[in-house]
């Protein structure tokens, strides 16, 4: 008996070892992300000429004033939501993409989106998260528009929030395939523009 209690034992201990490990080697995902949809942001933007035509209750009248990446970082440092809820608040934007391209990121739209999306996965997956007052303090919106966002969020998904392991999994790889690929091609600008600045110097 004793030897059992001893094996679950060891067997408890390593399943929490596991997990410490699979949540320590997402933490990097968050900032795959970060760089994902400042890119997407920045893209999305560009295709615009003014504010857009077509909005949702997520458009504000005007960008905020601050970047994807200084907001994310802020939800992040204040939120306590795990790394885990930044991948499927990925998972979620791009399902919302897929439904109406309404729902692409710019500046006008970032911030209520992520910060929907991200709070929702927390309340999915995270043991421990705070109230929507709060989010909203974190996020910058009244929290009565924050209760209308999330609501609207949800039915937008079907309420259907899980994602199954092998899914995730290879979301997160794709999440990496595409930041390796965006870092590629700024470096690749980079070069061209240090190549033509270059060719303009002048020596007399």
């Known amino acids: 008996m004793a030897g059992s209690e001893e094996n679950s034992g ?7 070892t596991a997990n410490k490990t699979d949540a320590e080697a997402q933490d990097s995902l968050v900032n795959v992300i970060v760089d994902i949809l400042e890119w997407e942001c920045a893209q999305n933007d560009a295709e615009l000429t003014g504010r857009p035509t ?8 005007n960008p ?9 970082e802020r939800v992040q440092d204040f939120s306590g939501a795990s790394s885990c809820c930044f991948v499927l608040a990925c ?6 993409r897929g439904i109406d391209i309404s729902y692409k990121i710019n500046s006008y739209n970032f911030h209520r989106l992520i910060l929907s999306s991200i ?5 999915f997956v995270d043991d421990f998260y705070f109230s929507n007052n709060y989010w909203a303090k974190v996020g910058g919106i009244p929290n009565d528009e924050l209760n209308g966002l999330e609501l609207e ?14 899914d995730y999994d290879a979301f ?5 395939r595409r930041q ?8 690749v600008k980079s070069m061209s523009n240090l190549t033509v600045n270059a060719s303009q110097i002048s020596v007399s």
């Open 64 to 72: 905020p004033g601050v970047s994807v990446r200084a907001y994310l």
């Open 91 to 96: 998972y979620y934007l791009e399902t919302l």
């Open 119 to 123: 709070m929702v996965a927390a309340k």
């Open 10 to 16: 060891m067997l408890f201990k390593d399943l929490i």
């Open 180 to 187: 390796q690929h965006i870092k590629e091609d700024q470096s």
């Open 54 to 61: 077509r909005v949702t209750l997520f458009h504000g009248q």
């Open 172 to 176: 997160a790889s794709e999440l990496r």
């Open 153 to 166: 969020f949800l039915f937008l998904t079907n309420f259907n929030l899980h994602v199954k392991r092998d």
